[in-house]
């Protein structure tokens, strides 16, 4: 082998020694970009999971200051009702002039629309008990329930082909809030004649996969919530902050605990629309 031969062997030695370097640097690049990605992932799906948590948290909260409220309510108030309104019945009794009756009539009349009132505000500070009643007579007793107590009408609709047993206890109590709040939002802020709740079984496709969702939609057709660009809630509609809308962060809350979203969609002539998508196997 004579030194020219010997020069094209070591520059073709040192050509592929660097091709290598270059090969595992690259490589090595490489595996800390995907280190961070992984750590990255693995922050983020803590974080999820804390922020999870303390929602659930939040929410168990919220839940046992409803009932220690309501079960007040039911022990002071309300009884104290009762007695003053049995005081002034024994009272009118004693009473010889009409003006006098009249006037403990009126106030016992008011004390009774008191009670009523304080017995829709306990109910819906409770939810019944999931366990032993199907789900969807539940729905269909909450939208009955909101009709006699506001005077609007309430129609409910599910799908033929929709199961609600696949949800659990903790999920269905989320998402009789949600219907519950979304109704309650309908009565204090939109005045409408008429609202509904029709729930459906929808597939979507993500990513290229098929996802069972059940759709679970509010409707009425009132004047809708007041909307503003100034901050984003949810989907494709903007709401303000205002203390009147508080109960929709709860709202939304719950649908992230049941892995769904919530949006709400407001048209101009046609009422407000509250729809929770939640996937099911």
């Known amino acids: 082998m004579n030194e020219q031969d010997l020069k094209v062997l070591s520059d073709a030695l040192e050509l592929y020694t660097s091709f290598f370097l270059i090969l595992i640097i690259i490589s090595f690049v490489a595996f800390i970009a995907v280190l961070l990605i992984l750590i990255h992932h693995i922050k983020n799906r803590t974080r999820l999971k804390e922020n999870r948590i303390l929602l659930a948290e939040t929410i168990a909260v919220q839940e046992e200051e409803r009932r220690r409220i309501s079960q007040e309510l039911h022990d002071t108030v309300s009884q104290n009702i009762k007695v003053l309104v049995l005081l002034e019945k024994e009272l009118s009794a004693w009473c010889f002039d009409d003006y006098s009756k009249e006037q403990i009539e009126k106030i016992i009349t008011l004390e009774n629309k008191n009670q009523k009132q304080l017995r829709a505000i306990i109910h819906n500070l409770t939810i019944p008990a999931l366990e032993n009643v199907p789900f969807k007579t539940l729905i269909a007793d909450l939208c009955e329930q909101f009709h006699e107590q506001s005077g609007i009408q309430c129609s409910y609709f599910i799908s033929p082909d929709v199961s609600l047993d696949v949800f659990s206890t903790d999920q269905k109590h989320h998402i009789m809030r949600i219907i519950q709040e ?16 029709v729930i459906r079984k929808i597939v979507k496709n993500e990513g290229g996969e098929e996802i069972s969702k059940i759709r679970i939609m509010i409707f009425d057709d009132g004047t809708g919530f007041e909307l503003t660009k100034n901050k984003k809630f949810l989907g494709n509609d903007y709401f303000s902050e205002s203390p009147t809308h508080f109960g929709m962060s709860g709202m939304e809350m719950r649908a992230k605990l049941l892995g769904g979203t919530l949006t709400v969609q407001r048209a101009h002539e046609s009422g407000t629309e509250v729809r929770l998508e939640i996937p099911v196997k």
Do not use: F, G
């Open 182 to 197: 979304a109704l309650h939002n309908a009565q204090i802020h939109a005045s409408p004649e008429e609202t509904s709740v």
